[in-house]
């Protein structure tokens, strides 16, 4: 892939950032969802690529656009064929209530370097690349924590483990109980585990490790920026029913009880990854609103160089209206 693309791949997310940043704090997940998913697949038009979506919004019949398999980019002439992962809104109850945290994300690949992965759950550990090399997603969260601490040249009590705020991590006995008895500190999170597995890799975060059950689609968006940033996650998909492991083996997933690691969700050198803040957040700040223009901060990485830059841009609105923006 072309590195020229990569701000191509910015105007993207940048679009569905600042379509989804008008629902913020309105109660409505679904609008600010739709917004994001309408401003992605308009500007998707533009970008000079034949991409497939192999992680999306749904299969065909769930999703109107940006569903699995569908076809997008300009497709014409000589262009990079990829496949491409997308959250348009990562966080649609952090918008709806406007929590922090909340990004608009993609990510680009050669064809087949994603893991086509399905709509279920998936158990996941991710730390950046001081931790790299550290963990072991068949270990437990003591022995993962432990050795991370050890990875990192700190104490126990030092590290911080991020873990989403769900039943299935708070209840008695549960994963937030055992990091707490080994003596990590602990940062529980509404919603936004892509954003929580990217902030392992950025110091000034203070977040060492994310742990825990969450969305599989999500894993492999966090699996590419990772790779990009030097860092590390292993994962094991969650299925609970029956269906759910058929529905995993028709999408290529044979074995869903094996331990995935980072070349088994994003494969390659070759990724570009990018991000644009919908509400503040550590890593990223939130689409800022004055009069006709807006402003947005991304961050583009490629694995290829592990270069990582951040944007910030001013849009004005009246001269270059976002794709469906009279839906806005």
């Known amino acids: 892939m ?13 679009a569905a950032a600042i379509a989804s940043a008008r629902w913020m704090g309105r109660g409505d997940k679904d609008s600010a969802d739709q917004a994001a998913v309408d401003a992605m697949r308009g500007m998707f038009d533009t970008v000079d690529i034949d991409g497939e979506v192999v992680i999306g919004e ?20 000589e262009v990079p064929k990829v496949d491409i992962a997308v959250d348009p809104l990562e966080g649609t109850t952090i918008i709806a209530e406007g929590r922090p945290n909340a990004l608009s994300v993609l990510a680009v690949a050669e064809r087949g370097c994603f893991l086509h992965a399905p709509d279920m759950y998936m158990k996941k550990i991710a730390v950046g690349p001081e931790g790299k090399g550290s963990i072991d997603i068949n270990k437990s969260p003591e022995e993962n924590v432990k050795s991370v601490a050890k990875a990192m040249g700190k104490s126990i009590e030092e ?8 039943p299935r991590h708070t209840k008695e006995g549960s994963l937030v109980d055992r990091v707490r008895e080994v003596g990590a500190k602990i940062k529980l999170i509404k919603d936004g585990d892509v954003a929580a597995a990217l902030a392992t890799s950025f110091p000034e975060t203070g977040v060492d490790i994310m742990m825990g059950i969450g969305g599989a689609p999500e894993g492999v968006l966090a699996a590419a920026g990772l790779k990009c940033l030097g860092g590390e996650m292993q994962a094991k998909l969650h299925s609970k029913t029956a269906e759910e492991v058929e529905r995993a083996k028709a999408m290529g997933v044979n074995d869903v009880d094996k331990a995935l690691k980072m070349e088994d969700l994003a494969k390659g050198d070759n990724i570009i990854f990018c991000a644009s803040g919908v509400t503040d957040g550590e890593m990223l700040q939130g689409v800022r609103f004055k009069g006709s223009k807006a402003t947005t901060h991304s961050v583009v990485m490629r694995s290829k160089t592990g270069t990582v830059r951040f944007v910030e841009a001013i849009h004005s609105l009246d001269q270059k209206p976002l794709p469906f923006s009279d839906q806005l």
């Open 159 to 166: 590290v911080t483990v991020v873990i989403l705020d769900k």
């Open 2 to 14: 072309q590195r020229e693309l990569a701000i191509e791949f910015v105007r993207v997310t940048e």
């Open 58 to 77: 749904g299969e065909i019949d769930e999703a109107p656009m940006l569903y699995i398999g569908e076809k997008i980019g300009t497709r014409e002439g």
